[in-house]
């Protein structure tokens, strides 16, 4: 007997769901075929045998990584935990001395603490700003003693010679108007290699990449 198309389509259907029905009955954990299955070996297994060895999972994506043999990320990055730790070691005390200074220090002093942290060029872009006359004369004028620390947030960009840190500055100030603070963020980069990093740049965080 033929069947119109809008029964053939009915019978078609209908095929495609017994054939779903089946491979989920066969294949899914917990269903009625595993049990059935797997009953009757465990009763004739030994009791002092050892269980059976699952079969190893096939390479890939898709495999599980063996415990306690989690994934190094660094092969990826172009730098090692060595290097990134240096670097963010620079950077934390870099912060520190960048934020910490006194009226009664000069721009060579205030610059020259942070010898060997900074560039050449920085260290020179410091200086000058430490000593503009106005922000200089407030300082002396009121007194100031600044004391900061400076917490990492994150790290914003990486390239091969070079890191950007998201970097927030607690700062403290004491002077004739009594005592403040305050948090700024900055973008903090740092240029190197391995594990020899000296900071080549800073700006406000708002900014946006260094």
Do not use: C
Not at 52 to 74: F, K
Not at 106 to 125: F, P
Not at 133 to 144: M, N
Not at 145 to 162: C, D, E, K, N, P
Request: no cysteine.
């Amino acid at each position: 007997m033929d069947l119109s198309p809008s029964q053939r389509k009915a019978v078609f259907a209908g095929i495609v769901v017994a054939l779903a029905a089946l491979g989920a009955f066969l294949i899914l954990p917990g269903s009625l075929w595993s049990h059935t299955r797997a009953r009757p070996a465990a009763a004739t297994q030994p009791l002092n045998s050892a269980p059976p060895t699952p079969p190893p999972s096939p390479a890939g994506l898709g495999s599980t990584t063996p415990a306690g043999n989690g994934a190094d990320i660094y092969q990826w990055l172009p730098f090692s935990q060595a290097g990134l730790t240096a670097a963010a070691n620079v950077v934390r005390q870099f912060a520190a001395d960048y934020s910490t200074y006194s009226y009664t220090e000069g721009a060579a002093r205030y610059a020259g603490r942070m010898a060997g942290l900074v560039t050449q060029q920085l260290a020179v872009t410091l200086e000058r700003a430490y000593a503009t006359p106005g922000v200089a004369q407030l300082r002396v004028k009121q007194k100031q003693v600044y004391s900061g620390t400076g917490r990492i947030i994150s790290l914003r960009a990486f390239g091969s010679s070079s890191l950007t840190f998201v970097v927030a500055v607690a700062q403290r100030v004491t002077g004739t108007r009594g005592t403040s603070r305050s948090t700024t963020d900055y973008a903090v980069t740092v240029a190197g290699a391995t594990t020899h990093w000296q900071v080549n740049d800073i700006q406000p965080a708002s900014a946006g990449n260094t």
